[in-house]
């Protein structure tokens, strides 16, 4: 019986890992590459900050709208189905924005990226959270897992996007191979998504006996949990958008953005052990609070200093807490609804999510091309981060 145990438990761990393609795709290849690609496109096609931030709130849009069309989408395809469905479509919106320079289609690929990323990473957390009932001890692990691996998508950019630039240095655009490369990341993390998504295709979704639970998902009970979330969508993308160009500012090398990335992205990674009893003590918005609250330290550090020690501490610090913001939200709705409501619980907090990281990069881009530069956007930021943990900390469980 223990050899099963312990079979079934490693069966688990290898498809939450296998699912953590999924975030790799739809968040830390898809959103935040993006910030690495922004200063050599900044400079060769001659944008604003402003503008700059727009193709994130692009993005951002498209994945609003994504997932706002999510719930509807799960119930007549599954959630297996979509997932690979809208990973598919991410690789190829990401190759796409290699073959333009002007803005308008630019911002469209952007817009249509987001839109399969929303789909991937809400049906990714939806087949994670089933994963996590299987074995309620190890829940905050198990979700832990599939939202790390934003970090993996997050090294695996950090790895393969500056060498590519430098290969690709004195080339007209020469930024365009980088997209094709990621795309074809995105592209090889899809394949192994298909044998965790074939996996739970068939598993139907346990019943909720009757009486015991609401008959549908209602923005009103997790309306503090949902502004402070909102909080952190707005608070934290203004960081992943322009934090390397920033360093690039502060006379930045390119193996030095590198390290600073690729740590990040541990740090993404490693949070999955770090947080999983704090996501799963907390039944009400705590958890998310607490988050929110060392998460505007983070990004307060390279307002006020530009020592790259704490440039990199800031980092790590970063890495080692957003991600698990968004677990956070997951294991709320999974502690407080039944598992027939959590696709709908997933994709509200993902729309309000979605509607802050819409409005972030432009408020951050707009900042920066007034006189307090960057720093001061980023120290707008941390404070929209700090107002969500109050906001968080107001919510009770049901």
């Known amino acids: 019986m223990r050899a099963a145990t ?39 096609l001659g944008w604003s900050f402003t503008l700059a931030g727009s193709m994130n709130t692009a993005n951002a849009l498209g994945y609003l709208l994504g997932a706002l069309c999510t719930p509807a989408l799960m119930r007549r395809w599954g959630a297996s189905h979509l997932l690979l469905v809208g990973a598919w479509l991410a690789s190829l919106f990401m190759a796409g924005s290699g073959f333009f320079t002007e803005p308008t289609p630019l911002l469209l690929q952007r ?25 309620p001890a190890r829940s905050g692990l198990l979700l832990g897992l599939y939202y790390g ?41 899809t394949l192994v998504l298909h044998a ?35 909080c ?42 770090v947080w999983a009893g704090l996501l799963d003590r907390h039944r009400g918005g705590g958890a998310l609070a607490r988050l929110n609250a060392t998460l505007g330290v983070a990004i307060l ?7 790259w020690p704490l440039m990199l501490v800031s980092g790590v610090v ?21 598992a027939l409501l959590w696709p709908a619980g997933i994709s509200a907090f993902t729309t309000v999510f979605a509607a802050g990281q819409i409005v972030g990069p432009v408020l951050v881009g707009g900042i920066a091309d007034g006189p307090g530069g960057l720093a001061l956007g980023l120290a707008v930021s941390a404070g929209v981060l700090w107002l969500g943990a109050v906001l968080a900390a107001w919510q009770r469980p049901l």
């Open 111 to 135: 817009l249509l990226a987001g839109v399969a990323s929303a789909w991937v990473f809400i049906s990714g957390g939806v087949l994670a959270a089933r994963l996590a009932q299987r074995e």
């Open 318 to 338: 970063f890495g080692g807490v957003f991600l698990s913001v968004v677990a956070s939200t997951t294991a709320l709705v999974r502690h407080n609804l039944p």
């Open 232 to 273: 952190f969508g707005v608070g934290y993308i203004g960081y992943m958008t322009f934090v390397i160009a920033l360093l690039r500012q502060q006379g930045a090398s390119g193996a030095s953005i590198t390290v600073f990335y690729a740590l990040l992205g541990l740090a993404v990674v490693g949070s999955s052990r």
């Open 149 to 189: 691996g934003t970090g993996l998508g997050i090294v695996a950019s950090a790895l393969a996007v500056p060498p590519v630039l430098a290969w690709a240095q004195g080339q007209a655009h020469g930024w365009a191979w980088a997209w094709w490369a990621l795309a074809l990341v995105c592209a090889l993390a």
């Open 6 to 44: 312990d079979s079934t438990r490693s069966a688990l761990l290898r498809q939450a890992l296998a699912l953590s393609m999924g975030a790799a795709i739809s968040l830390g290849i898809t959103r935040f590459a993006y910030g690495l690609l922004l200063p050599p496109m900044r400079d060769d």
């Open 301 to 307: 550090l390279p307002a006020i200093a530009q020592a």
């Open 196 to 230: 965790p998504a074939r996996a739970q295709a068939s598993e139907a979704v346990a019943p909720t006996p009757s009486g015991t639970a609401p008959r549908r998902f209602r923005w009103q009970d997790f309306g503090f949990a949902l502004a402070g979330y909102g």
